[in-house]
Structure formats: C-alpha cells, structure tokens
C-alpha cells in the first residue's frame, strides 16, 4: 500500500479516536474542574512515566521488524504477552513504595496499585497490539475500539460526576478496556495462534535490542516534553498546575493529526520503498504544519481566553497565555514527530536520542536558572525553547542525509493543497 493510502487510513480512523479524546478531556475538566484535574494528570504524568519505561518501547521493535518482514507477528505477539506479564508484579511494587504517597485523589492504597496496573497493563496492551495492526497497515481497528471506549467512559463519567472516587476507577479502567479490546480483535481478526510459535534467543535479542535504543530515546523525550509538570508543581499553586497541565494538553491535542501522519512515516520507512515520494510528502507535511499552526497562533492570541473558558471551564482562565507561548514549541514537536518516525523507520532513533538530550538539558538549565521567579509562563517559554533545540537538530542531520534546502520547509507551495486533496481523496 503507498504512503498516500497509509496516510489517508490514519487520518480518518485515528482522527475518530482523537475527536473522542478531546471529547473525554473536556467532559473531564467541567467534572473535576481545575485543582482535581491537575492532580490526576499529574499522578498520569508519573504513570505514563512507569508506563515507558517498563514497556521498553516493544513497540517500535514491533513496527519495525514485523513491517520489514524480519520477524513473524506471531513471535512479536507472544513476546510482548510474556513481557506483560513479568511486570505486573514490579508495576505493583513501583506504584506502592514510589507514587501513592504523591496521589492526593483520596484513594485508599491498594487500590491505587490496582488503578496503576489497569493504567501501566492497558496503555501497553494498545501500543503493543496496534504497533502490530499497523504494521500490517490496519488502523481502523485500534482507532474504532479506542473512541467506543472513550464514548463510553464520557457518559459513565457523567453518571458518577457527583462520586470523584468512583469517577477515577471508570478513568483508570478505561484504558485497560481499551488495551484488552485491541489485544482480543488482533489475536482473533489474524487468527494469530500465539503459542505455536518458537521463540528463538536471537529474536528476543534482536528486538529488546532495537527496543532499549528505542527507550532511552523515548524516556529523554518524554522528560523533554513533561519535566515542566514537576518544576510548576513545586514552584506554582495548584491552580495554577491545573491550568498550565490543561494548556500543555491542549498542545498535546495538535501534535495528534502529527502523530497519525507519523504513524504511516514509520511504516513506510522501514519496508524501504518509494524512498524519493517518502522524501517529498515529509517535506510537503512540514509546510502544511507550518501553515496550520500560524492560523492556530492568530485564533489562541485574539479568543483563546474565551475558548478556554467556554470549552473547558471558568477555572480555567490562566491557560491561554502558556498555550501560546508553548505553541511555538508544539509546533517544533509536531515536525519532529515526523522527523522522529523517519529517523526510527531508518534505524537511526540514535538521532532521536542525541535531539532530546539536548532539548532535555536546556530545559532543565533553564527551569532550575529561573527558580526564584518561576512561572507557569517561563516554564512555557523554557519548554518551548527546548523543543525547538530539538527539533532544529533533527532537521538539521535530516538535511545533511537528504541534501536539500532548508527554505523549501518554510515555502508556500500549491501543490501542497494538491498533495492533501489527494491523500484523503483519491482512492
């Protein structure tokens, strides 16, 4: 299937997924409103933290080789069960001596664990499973399954809107739903027969090889884009976290529509074909990102107190002016989400890993600079440079590979609308 079909698959069926995610999100922030919503994406912070590195990324291992044909789905599958259930009891562990005394959502203990296994299990269930779909290029399963549940917990939530403690095991659950859901349809759609497989040392070795590369890459970028969470919660009130953690997820949200696209890159990138119409829709991606977020810049700076407010909430109204100055930084991200996809697709995450080091170092030098008079806006300001040193890596070692110049990103090109009419369009 060509990159233009790949992309156009990911787009609908991954975009029905992110509408009910936004959906899910503000429900969520007129519920809690701003202190309780800052305190349980603060505690998921922290989960998504144990989340990536106890799934050690397996599933960019997946992609990679499955799409290449070097490994059969059915040893992938059975690894990545069997690496599931090895952690289960170190999940426990972590969650109970590390997080809970951290979690001020008056939950008893136990079953704070319990919430971190159905959280850390389900999230890699779903990355897992749908690494594998996608590498047999099927989106529609993992984006159907995961906005149903969304429907779902939305109107569970509004049942329970009254009962936080209720609320939070429907939130916490959810995501094991969804992880268990895409795990049952890929097993059962492919017919894949798990343990008539052999797993052989060398495979094993072959993927937790690409696989711890691969995070170490994925743990400095994540600290890259959430250690602003930990300097505002100690600096800031908890108001405040709550706004700056809703503006920072609000940047989150339109890094999505990149991350789909990406979601095809890699893929396309590991079979190795149609290297030179790869090369020239990477570079179409970028100016229409480009484009799309100067729109959202202009729109976030004349309204974007209103549409915090009239979306989200009153106790929102401090989250516009960290948005905007993050944006310039979400928009670095979002074209290194492509650039990040290329890189991995070529087996070259380590300039994913050298790019993120660096973004993570200006950060923290910035924050801990700023301590005396730290502000969910500087924290914005920092956070954004630090994308950008990022990002202006990858673009460059992108450029030295692929020997082209740099203004042909920032160029405003028809057949740019020509390109997009055709990747959702034409059949």
Known sequence: MVLDKLLRQSLIWRGFYFITNVFLNIVLSRVLLAVSFGNLFYWVNMLSLLTLVMGLSLESSFTYFVSAKKIKTETAALIGCIWLLAIVIPLGIFQHFIFSNKVSLHIESMQLVVLAIFFVIGNLL?????????????????????????????????????????????????????????????????????????ISMTSVHTIFRFAITATGANIIFFLLYRIDYWFVEKNCSVLELGNYIQASKM?????????????????????????????????????????????????????????????????????????????????????????????????????????????????????????QFYSIKIAAIISSIGYGANFLYAILIFRKNEKFPLKVLVSFKNGDLRWIIHVLFKP
């Open 126 to 198: 779903m990355n897992y499973f749908s690494a594998l779909l996608n590498a047999y290029q099927n989106f529609w399963i993992p984006g159907i399954l995961g906005g149903m549940v969304n429907l779902l917990t939305v109107f569970l939530i509004c049942y329970y809107k009254t009962d936080l403690h209720q609320l939070v095991i429907v939130f916490f659950s959810s995501f094991f739903l969804q992880g268990f859901l895409c795990f049952l349809s890929f097993v059962f759609y492919y017919k894949v027969k798990l343990f008539s497989s052999a």
């Open 251 to 371: 940047g989150q949200l339109c890094l999505v529509i990149p991350q789909m696209l990406a979601a095809a890159v890699f893929p396309a990138t590991s079979s190795g074909k149609d290297k030179e119409i790869l090369q020239l829709s990477l570079t179409s991606i970028m100016r229409i990102l480009l484009k799309v977020f100067a729109v959202l810049f202009l729109l976030f700076l004349f309204s974007g107190t209103y549409i915090f407010t009239f979306i989200f909430g009153k106790d929102f109204i401090q989250a516009n002016p960290p948005f905007l100055l993050l944006l310039p930084g979400i928009l670095c991200l979002a074209g290194l989400s492509i650039m990040s996809a290329y890189f991995g697709g070529n087996n070259r995450v380590v300039v994913n890993l050298k790019g993120a080091i660096i973004g993570l170092i200006i950060v923290i030098t910035g924050s801990i600079a700023c301590w």
